[in-house]
């Protein structure tokens, strides 16, 4: 799987806009069959930053969310404004 296939779109919800603060936590929609290891490759792929680690869950619809800790403080939140989740 190529990493644009893996990472699908940002997903925004008030909750994950208090990680990004709180956590230096960004949540992603991602690829229902792809893996954690696979997950941290793409996004550090993608968006050239180091990942401490990933946390996955499907949803009750059926949608796998990855919650992605960044390694640098503050980071989140720059990735945040520069992919234009705020």
Do not use: C, W
């Not at 925004?12 to 941290?40: C, G, H, P, W, Y």
């Not at 490759?41 to 401490?52: I, M, P, Q, R, T």
Request: charged share 30%; no cysteine; hydrophobic share 40%.
């Amino acid at each position: 799987m190529d990493s644009y296939s893996i990472i699908i779109k940002p997903h925004v919800t008030e909750k994950t806009m208090n990680l990004i603060d709180m956590n230096n936590e960004i949540t992603f929609v991602v690829n229902r069959k792809a893996n954690k290891s696979q997950i941290k490759k793409a996004f550090e792929e993608l968006y050239e930053e180091k990942v401490a680690k990933v946390n996955t869950h499907i949803t009750t619809k059926g949608v796998k969310v990855a919650y992605i800790k960044l390694v640098e403080e503050e980071m989140a939140e720059e990735l945040a404004v520069r992919i234009g989740v705020f």
